[in-house]
């Protein structure tokens, strides 16, 4: 049944990523379980006790990712800092709640589709 080498079905049943990371589902029972804090996986789900921490391990890389997009973001500031000169408090004003929130939106999405990942490598 799984020798067909021309239909992958990898994405079967399988909830939009995005609205998973937006959500925080859990992969097993579609609980919005997922994330303890705005950017924190829970250790485990408290609906179906998923070991959601064991699934998030190997993924620093996450950590890596995000760091560099804070990085570009913050050359992007200097860049229209150059180029505009805005006064500093319109700077804080634009470019923090953009980085915090890129930072935190990257580190949903990233650590969903690790975990899901993982998830899936863990079945039968
Ligand atoms: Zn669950």
Same mark, same amino acid.
Request: glycine share 10%; proline share 7%; hydrophobic share 45%.
């Given at each position: /049944?799984?020798?067909? *080498? ?60 995000? /760091? ?17 000169? *805005? ?8 470019? +923090? *709640?953009?980085?915090? +929130? ?10 969903? /589709?690790?975990? #899901?990942?993982? #998830? ?5």
């Amino acid at each position: /049944m799984n020798a067909d *080498p021309t239909g992958p079905t990898e994405k079967k049943g399988q909830p939009g990523l995005v609205s998973a990371a937006l959500s925080g589902l859990c992969p097993r029972c579609r609980a919005k379980t997922l994330f303890a804090a705005p950017a924190g996986l829970a250790n485990r789900c408290s609906n179906c006790g998923l070991d959601i921490l064991s699934l998030e391990r190997g993924g620093r890389f996450v950590g890596v990712v995000t /760091m560099l997009l804070a990085l570009v973001l913050i050359l992007a500031a200097l860049g229209v800092d150059e180029w505009l000169h *805005p006064p500093l408090w319109a700077s804080l004003l634009f470019w +923090g *709640p953009l980085t915090v +929130g890129s930072v935190i939106g990257a580190l949903r999405f990233y650590k969903t /589709m690790w975990v #899901y990942h993982q #998830y899936e490598e863990s079945q039968p």
